[in-house]
């Protein structure tokens, strides 16, 4: 029933989300606000459709600590389903993506009309300071920038250095920089065919403290996404 279940759920995200993006080609011409309502459209009916096809719950949590306008959301990062489900919680998020989903023949022209900030990995410093310019006027303007600050999916209990993009956004904007926990990955991993039921959990922690050094910031984002995800996995507390 599972394989069964998955196979029809796989079926229509990906040609519903190609069906979608086609569809929304005409919405380039239309303001960005158009674009941010049709995609965020499409991610409810994602979620809805695990729930009916898969029997896939979403729980949300600490949606309280959310800051008004602009603030970065710092997400752990376990499947696909974390690059949809803040289309859906948040009005109008701006993500911060890999330059090459950009080249991807119309979705990339979508995700340039929605705002979304790209970066090279390759680049270097100067890659790192183009993305936080871009990051700066889409947080000036209100709009909440989400970063996975692992760079990659990683499995529950997986641990991966994380990447100085956030904290040079911290640094650079003064946003208020939201942690937030997850165990998606027990339901949907990282490249699976199988989509489990049960309920993913999306903790939104309260922001951390302002002024932080780097490295003061960095280990306490660690500490706080990490220990709260393996705490909703139910795996042993390796951080804290």
Same mark, same amino acid.
């Given at each position: 029933? #599972?394989? %069964?279940r998955? *196979?029809? &759920?796989?079926? /229509? &995200?990906?040609?519903?989300?190609?069906?979608?993006?086609?569809?929304?080609?005409?919405?380039?011409?239309?303001?960005?606000?158009?674009?941010?309502?049709?995609?965020?459209?499409?991610?409810?009916?994602?979620?809805?459709?695990? @729930?009916?096809?898969?029997? $896939?719950?979403?729980?949300?949590?600490?949606?309280e600590?959310?800051?008004?306008?602009?603030?970065? $959301?710092?997400?752990?990062?376990?499947?696909? &389903?974390?690059?949809?489900?803040?289309?859906?919680? /948040?009005?109008?998020?701006?993500?911060?993506?890999?330059?090459?989903?950009?080249? #991807? !023949?119309?979705? =990339?022209?979508?995700?340039?009309?929605?705002?979304?900030? !790209?970066?090279?990995?390759?680049?270097? =410093?100067?890659?790192?300071?183009?993305?936080?310019r871009?990051?700066?006027?889409?947080?000036?303007?209100?709009?909440?920038?989400? #970063? &996975?600050?692992? =760079?990659? @999916?990683?499995?529950? =209990?997986?641990?991966?250095p994380?990447?100085?993009?956030?904290?040079? %956004?911290?640094?650079?904007t003064? *946003?208020?920089?939201?942690?937030?926990?997850t165990?998606?990955?027990?339901?949907?991993?990282? @490249?699976?065919?199988?989509? @489990?039921?049960?309920? $993913?959990?999306? *903790?939104?922690?309260?922001?951390?403290?302002?002024?932080?050094?780097?490295?003061?910031?960095?280990?306490?984002?660690?500490?706080? $996404?990490?220990?709260?995800?393996?705490?909703? *996995?139910?795996?042993?507390?390796?951080?804290?």
């Amino acid at each position: 029933m #599972i394989l %069964l279940r998955s *196979a029809l &759920f796989n079926a /229509l &995200f990906l040609g519903g989300s190609a069906m979608a993006a086609i569809l929304a080609l005409p919405l380039l011409l239309a303001p960005p606000a158009a674009m941010i309502a049709y995609v965020r459209t499409w991610a409810r009916a994602v979620v809805a459709a695990l @729930r009916i096809l898969c029997g $896939i719950r979403l729980e949300v949590t600490g949606l309280e600590n959310l800051p008004p306008g602009g603030a970065l $959301i710092a997400a752990k990062h376990q499947s696909a &389903f974390d690059t949809v489900v803040w289309l859906m919680l /948040l009005r109008a998020p701006v993500y911060v993506l890999k330059k090459e989903l950009l080249s #991807i !023949p119309v979705w =990339g022209l979508l995700a340039s009309k929605c705002g979304h900030v !790209p970066v090279d990995r390759k680049g270097g =410093g100067a890659a790192l300071k183009a993305m936080v310019r871009a990051a700066q006027a889409v947080l000036a303007a209100g709009r909440p920038v989400v #970063i &996975f600050p692992e =760079g990659t @999916r990683t499995a529950p =209990g997986e641990r991966v250095p994380y990447q100085p993009g956030i904290v040079a %956004l911290a640094a650079a904007t003064g *946003a208020p920089v939201v942690p937030v926990a997850t165990d998606s990955g027990l339901v949907w991993g990282r @490249r699976a065919f199988h989509k @489990r039921p049960g309920t $993913i959990h999306v *903790a939104i922690l309260p922001p951390l403290p302002k002024g932080l050094p780097r490295p003061a910031l960095m280990a306490a984002l660690e500490q706080a $996404i990490e220990g709260e995800s393996d705490r909703l *996995a139910g795996l042993p507390r390796t951080c804290g």
